[in-house]
């Protein structure tokens, strides 16, 4: 079992008084201007007795924070750790013309790429190797693309309910960009989706991605007294984008491009992200494979002790095969 997972009985009380701390006396912040003039908010880890580096890329409406436990574990694993909260994220560039703080939206996806390469190589290009590409969700459609256009140079990727192509409920993917391009048309691009509504900080645990109820109730606590951490709803650009992500990652001959070892951990109660796609997506990698993590949600690293400590175990066991 990893080591770095707290299974305190408080675990809020552990996460502020022991993990938040032992994090910011090994933490270094820096914003990053990036090739259209806007700032990226990214922190360096630094492990005390470091034996590989991992980059992190969150997912849709998260940041850096949310992943406190995580960072931790690889530290203490002796893992380094580049973190950063991607554009329209936590405390990077908010588009000034949305008219609501919750919102979520981007241009186009290429963006996220290209910021991704910016902080690679700032933090990442020196430091120890094995160089581990860890990604969540939309940081997992980021991790794809890149690695399918060797942007990046890591030794091995680890995805976690990589949104390879997002759920659309009863709506088929077609018919959610045509509803988008149409909003874009009549000048709707940074308005929220008809389907989604406003940050009110009443969400519950039952309805959360979340599978453990306190990991959920610790960062919940958080996001309520922290405005830009408060992304909930996407703009119609943002979900046209997403839309045409699985086109692109899935198209000819690019998965086969991934040559490092990749292991994607599926939830086995995702509502988020759709499963038959991540598993085209790992029987096309030359060197993939696929883990189903029982009794989790979307957000794998959110379970409960039980499925967190499996899905751990097999992270760091991959990472140092």
Request: proline share 4%; with cysteine; charged share 25%.
């Amino acid at each position: 079992m990893g080591k770095g997972l707290v299974h305190s009985e408080d675990y809020a009380v552990y996460m502020n008084e022991q993990v938040l701390p032992y994090l910011e006396k090994r933490r270094q912040n820096e914003k990053l201007k990036t090739l259209d003039q806007i700032s990226l908010y990214t922190s360096f880890f630094t492990a005390d007795e470091c034996r590989g580096t991992v980059m992190l890329l969150h997912g849709f409406t998260e940041n850096i924070e949310k992943f406190s436990e995580v960072i931790y574990g690889f530290l203490k694993e002796g893992y380094s750790v580049c973190a950063y909260d991607q554009r329209g994220h936590g405390r990077s560039y908010r588009d000034p013309n949305l008219k609501f703080h919750y919102l979520t939206h981007v241009e186009k996806f290429e963006d996220y790429l290209t910021d991704a390469e910016l902080v690679y190589d700032r933090w990442m290009k020196d430091t120890k190797s094995p160089k581990i590409l860890f990604s969540h969700s939309m940081g997992g459609a980021v991790a794809a693309l890149t690695l399918e256009r060797g942007m990046l140079s890591f030794d091995k990727a680890v995805f976690n309910s990589p949104m390879i192509a997002p759920a659309t409920g009863n709506f088929p993917a077609w018919t959610g960009r045509a509803i988008c391009r149409g909003a874009k048309l009549m000048g709707k691009s940074r308005e929220m989706i008809f389907l989604s509504g406003p940050y009110t900080g009443e969400e519950k645990f039952e309805d959360s991605c979340a599978s453990g109820e306190d990991r959920f109730n610790w960062y919940n606590e958080i996001r309520k007294t922290h405005p830009e951490f408060q992304n909930c709803s996407p703009t119609y650009s943002w979900l046209l984008e997403s839309l045409k992500v699985c086109g692109k990652i899935l198209a000819k001959g690019k998965p086969e491009k991934i040559a490092i070892p990749v292991i994607l951990f599926q939830a086995s109660d995702d509502q988020t992200v759709l499963a038959d796609p991540q598993q085209t997506f790992v029987d096309r990698l030359p060197n993939g494979k696929l883990v189903r993590i029982e009794n989790a949600r979307h957000e794998i690293y959110r379970s409960g002790n039980e499925a967190v400590d499996t899905w751990w175990d097999q992270v760091i066991r991959f990472i140092e095969e």
